[in-house]
């Protein structure tokens, strides 16, 4: 007599179920497939609407995020996809890179336009070079992949000379690869001698500036006519350019004073004319500063800044020479992102670097920043204290 196991049986039928029910799961999802792809092609075939591709790279002149890309790609009927994201310098984190087809193309409505994506500028860590010798600091620098930048020099009393003191952008911090590392390096302490530099021909503002840096002092100054030349203009200097002084040691001017009366702003000093004729001179108001012809020229003495003469104008312009005070207008737009940023801007000039603005601002906002600087004067722009740009100043950016 044959007996039937129920329970392997029920199993057979269980199974023989189980594989009955994926085939049609499977099925269905086929066949939805299958149509979904029947209506694409025939939409495609028989849909003649044409529209106009857009430009998604740049729209009034700042990059397009990818968010604004997708609005736009609707209101034209068209398609997205992102092909692709790489690093790049020039455009910010999450604009795009390149378009495909390009903007202006005529194309059937629903088409897909392929894009590179921005994941911004490839950062790494900024060696920290303080503390070394800046002989050393040139193959660190090279490679890690960074550039010297400007190199800023003022005397220490605790660092030796052509150590570095500090560096911008600051050491672990990440900066784009490839950007300037800006370097202040020590001079040591301040020489018992120092050359004297040659300031003829130089404002008087900036004279005194580039002294206190070599540590030497504004001493008198004396005031005299000369047509052509603006007001403020150093003639003549005492002691010579390149003669060595002690530390301290006072330089004596003489200095351009075309004011529109001929009254002496000391009171009693004596003005001393183009010409050469002098008036009322005694050894108490006079300084003798020799001049391009070793003749010993008479000038009437201004023993404090607060009794220096108050500038007349003439209606000529003041040429600005390279270590002259001068005052620029910094335009900067923050780029596009999803949160406010940090903006910080440091001055780069004949002073050295320093720090000249820090707030808090949305994407898209303009920042406009009067800058007094001396010489050559550029902008260095960090947005969350990771270097961004720089800018030449007086350039609108």
Same mark, same amino acid.
């Given at each position: ?92 984190? @999450?604009? &795009?890179?390149? +378009?495909? %087809?390009? =903007?202006? *193309? ?5 088409? /897909?336009?392929?894009? #590179? ?55 672990g911090k990440p900066a784009p690869k490839g950007a300037q590392i800006d370097l202040l390096i020590s001079q040591g302490k301040a020489n018992s001698s120092v050359k004297v530099p040659n300031l003829v021909g130089r404002r008087i503002e900036s004279a ?23 007001? @403020?203009? &150093?003639?003549? +200097?005492? %002691?010579? =350019?390149? *003669? ?5 040691? /006072?330089?004596?001017? #003489? ?143």
């Amino acid at each position: 007599m044959r007996f039937i196991n129920n329970n392997s049986y029920r199993g057979n039928i269980l199974i023989s179920l189980l594989k009955f029910l994926i085939f049609i799961i499977f099925f269905v999802i086929l066949f939805q497939f299958a149509k979904m792809y029947s209506i694409k092609m025939m939409d495609s075939f028989f849909n003649k609407e044409e529209t106009k591709v857009p430009n998604l790279v740049s729209h009034d002149g700042m990059p397009v995020r990818i968010e604004d890309a997708f609005e736009l790609c609707k209101q034209y009927k068209l398609q997205l996809d992102i092909k692709d994201k790489k690093h790049d310098n020039n455009i910010p984190e @999450g604009c &795009i890179i390149t +378009q495909d %087809p390009p =903007p202006d *193309t005529i194309v059937k409505a629903n088409r /897909a336009l392929e894009v #590179i994506l921005s994941l911004g500028a490839k950062t790494i860590d900024c060696p920290d070079i303080t503390g070394k010798d800046v002989r050393d600091v040139a193959f660190i620098i090279q490679k890690e992949g960074f550039l010297i930048g400007k190199k800023s020099y003022v005397f220490s009393e605790t660092l030796p000379s052509d150590t570095v003191i500090s560096q911008t952008p600051e050491g672990g911090k990440p900066a784009p690869k490839g950007a300037q590392i800006d370097l202040l390096i020590s001079q040591g302490k301040a020489n018992s001698s120092v050359k004297v530099p040659n300031l003829v021909g130089r404002r008087i503002e900036s004279a005194k500036i580039v002294l206190s840096k070599i540590n030497l002092e504004t001493g008198k100054i004396g005031y005299e006519k000369k047509a052509g030349t603006a007001f @403020g203009i &150093i003639l003549a +200097q005492e %002691p010579a =350019p390149g *003669t060595n002084a002690a530390d301290k040691t /006072a330089v004596n001017f #003489i200095v351009c004073d075309n004011a529109d009366t001929q009254e002496s702003p000391g009171g009693g000093a004596v003005i001393i004319k183009s010409d050469g004729v002098k008036m009322e001179p005694n050894d108490s108001n006079v300084v003798k500063i020799k001049t391009g012809g070793n003749i010993e020229v008479p000038a009437p003495l201004i023993e404090s800044e607060s009794a220096a003469p108050k500038a007349v104008k003439t209606g000529g312009p003041v040429s600005e020479n390279d270590g002259d005070k001068k005052i620029k207008i910094i335009k900067f737009i923050v780029p596009p992102g999803q949160k406010s940023r940090e903006v910080k801007m440091v001055l780069l000039d004949d002073m050295g670097p320093r720090e000249v603005y820090k707030n808090p601002h949305y994407p898209g906002e303009e920042i406009d920043l009067s800058v007094t600087g001396y010489g050559a004067m550029k902008i260095l722009v960090y947005l969350d204290n990771v270097f961004f740009k720089d800018i030449e100043a007086g350039v609108k950016r």
